[in-house]
């Protein structure tokens, strides 16, 4: 069975980023925008990566300009803006479209692995998030408008898994 390990994206810089290296670990992906009502997330995402990053969470930020073109820097400018505006430290990663045809292999996975509301695959907007278990099975999937301290309990369960 696919899981999360067997997909390697590109970091900000173009080099590979196999995600096997989080093996063991509970991944929350979340696919992100610098223009959007969702951007002050980042704080939120911020604070459980901070919170949680010993006993093994690593939050996965992928730059996405699909929705409404709120996404428009490149990779400079979306670090430059993340780092300064919100203090961001947890990986921030490529950018990449999240649905269609030209969609990642990742989020091709994890929106079969874990569909949304009615059965919906499509990514809805920025800040869709995916929960993701140490053996890197999807474990559940949130809508943009969950803000990040929603998911305390669910990542603390997976974390205790």
Known sequence: MTTVHDFSVS??????????????QVLLIVNTASRCG????????????????????TVLGFPCNQFGAQEPGDAAE???????????SF?????????????DPLYAHLTRACTGLFGTRAVKWNFTKF?????????????????????EA????????
């Not at 970091?11 to 063991?24: M, N, V």
């Not at 990986?91 to 969609?103: F, M, Q, R, Y």
């Open 131 to 151: 929960l993701v278990g140490r053996d890197g099975r999807v474990i559940a999937r949130f809508a943009p408008g969950t803000k990040p301290a929603a998911l």
């Open 38 to 57: 969702f951007t002050p997330q980042y704080e939120g995402l911020e604070a459980l990566w901070r919170r949680h990053r010993e006993a093994g969470l």
């Open 78 to 88: 979306i670090a430059s803006f993340c780092a300064l505006r919100y203090d961001v």
């Open 154 to 161: 669910k990542i603390q369960a997976a974390l205790a898994a």
């Open 91 to 103: 990986p921030v990663l490529a950018k990449i479209a999240v649905n269609g045809s030209g969609a």
């Open 11 to 24: 970091a900000a810089d173009g080099t590979p980023y196999p995600l096997a290296q989080h093996r063991g």
